[in-house]
């Protein structure tokens, strides 16, 4: 079983519509993450969370927001899809020593 | 500011021959360098990190910290080594990514 999953694994949606990534983990991390991926930027940080009372911004989190519903639950929103959202999401998880776990990513496309 | 820079959007080199991915970082205090893989968009995975000192897969990084390089390192590359690679340097309990080299190995 995988220890960082992320749903749905695809997804196309129209702009303007409001849409969840989900982010599930049995690594028992405290520390989770949301990043994008873009051909030519690399990884990009949008938000991240050192447990579930935490909730930061990382460097483009300017159109996205996040819950953390639980420690091992870490979803992200785009209230309202524009295509230049469109790329590979990855969900990521940390222990205190900074052993990083990754999702499989979703990747979103913005008609 | 911390950054992380990979010159190298493409390297291409064929089967048997040495690699060097470059990896170059800007940070004021004391790094701690990883190189994350990606195989083919699937997840990224862990390759080294500077503090292991340990090889994975034939691949060797050093820390230079006159030169402020982490270089990834293999002398004889394989076919299934073709993927991209990530430089990270990790701060504040996060990683700063660089853009990223695809290494193409032909046989």
């Known amino acids: 079983d995988a220890d960082v999953t992320q749903t749905p694994r695809n997804r196309i949606t129209k702009t303007g519509k409001r849409i969840m990534l989900e982010c599930s983990q049995t690594?028992?991390?405290?520390?989770m993450y949301w990043y994008r991926q873009d051909p030519g930027l690399g990884l990009r940080l949008i938000y991240y969370?050192?447990?579930?009372?935490?909730?930061n911004k990382g460097e483009i989190s300017d159109g996205y927001s996040v819950s953390r519903q639980a420690q091992a639950k870490f979803s992200l929103s785009l209230e309202s899809a524009i295509p230049n959202q469109t790329a590979l999401y990855f969900c990521?998880?940390?222990?205190?020593?900074?052993?990083?776990?990754f999702g499989s990513g979703t990747r979103l496309t913005v008609v | 500011a911390q950054r992380v820079t990979q010159p190298e959007k493409l390297l291409s080199v064929f089967k048997g021959a040495p690699v060097e991915l470059k990896c170059n970082y800007s940070?004021?205090?004391?790094?701690?360098l990883f190189w994350y893989v990606q195989y083919s968009r699937q997840r990224l995975q862990l390759l080294l990190r500077h503090i292991s000192r340990e090889s994975i897969k034939g691949f060797t990084a050093d820390l230079n910290k006159g030169e402020t390089s982490f270089h990834l390192k293999k002398p004889f590359a394989q076919e299934e080594d073709s993927a991209m690679y990530y430089c990270?340097?990790?701060?504040?309990?996060?990683?700063?990514f660089g853009t990223g080299t695809r290494l193409l190995v032909s046989p």
């Open positions: 690594k028992g991390h405290d520390r």
């Open positions: 969370s050192f447990d579930v009372k935490d909730i």
């Open positions: 990270a340097l990790r701060w504040v309990q996060k990683l700063v």
């Open positions: 990521a998880t940390s222990d205190y020593q900074g052993g990083y776990t």
């Open positions: 940070y004021s205090g004391s790094p701690e």
